[in-house]
């Protein structure tokens, strides 16, 4: 139930230097300039296996009507810090927990009127990690501070307005399952204290 989550945006004075960035994304954004990141993660939980997270950044930058998810760093397989991989990621809409534990909840969709893990309306990133480098980019024609919050009916869950980790999925094995998650930080402050979950 939405109601009973409880949203709170830092102290101003506690936060003073990401809320100074903040203000320069929405200047940048009101002149059409590309913004910095409104979010981004590097702390990562890992699940048992073959995969290790070397050094990995994941950030969501916002303009108004886009969204940039990016990628960029080093991640080595089965010990292999050369290994040309594959992985998925998607923004999810609950933090992060072990699959065990049940996992980071559905996927975060924009519209959620849309069917479920629908590309275009969920964000995305579909990378290969060449010799152990991963560098990319994916975009979208609408700005996910502008997401909706409420049911995703067909995972019989529930989403706030903005994604709340990003997770990373195994395309190696069957079902693609998840391999590493990390909660977002947003740079205007926006904190979640409870899980949907």
Not at 40 to 46: F, G, Y
Not at 85 to 90: D, G, N, P, S
Not at 176 to 196: K, M, R, W
């Amino acid at each position: 139930d939405l109601a009973t989550l409880k949203v709170r945006r830092r102290s101003p004075l506690a936060r003073a230097a990401p809320l100074v960035l903040a203000a320069a994304l929405a200047t940048a954004g009101a002149r059409g300039e590309a913004a910095g990141p409104a979010a981004r993660c590097s702390s990562w939980l890992m699940e048992e296996g073959p995969w290790e997270v070397l050094q990995l950044e994941a950030s969501l930058a916002s303009t108004p009507g886009s969204t940039v998810a990016a990628f960029r760093g080093a991640l080595s397989y089965d010990g292999d810090t050369d290994a040309d991989v594959v992985f998925l990621a998607h923004a999810h809409a609950d933090f992060c927990r072990l699959a065990s534990e049940g996992g980071p909840g559905p996927h975060w969709m924009f519209n959620l009127s849309l069917p479920y893990n629908t590309e275009a309306n969920e964000l995305w990133g579909f990378a290969n990690a060449t010799a152990g480098a991963v560098d990319i980019a994916d975009s979208r024609a609408w700005d996910f501070l502008d997401g909706e919050a409420g049911d995703i009916v067909e995972q019989n869950a529930t989403q706030l307005s903005r994604p709340l980790s990003i997770n990373l999925h195994d395309t190696f094995q069957e079902g693609i399952p998840q391999f590493a998650c990390c909660n977002l930080t947003y740079t205007d402050g926006y904190e979640v204290e409870a899980s949907l979950l």
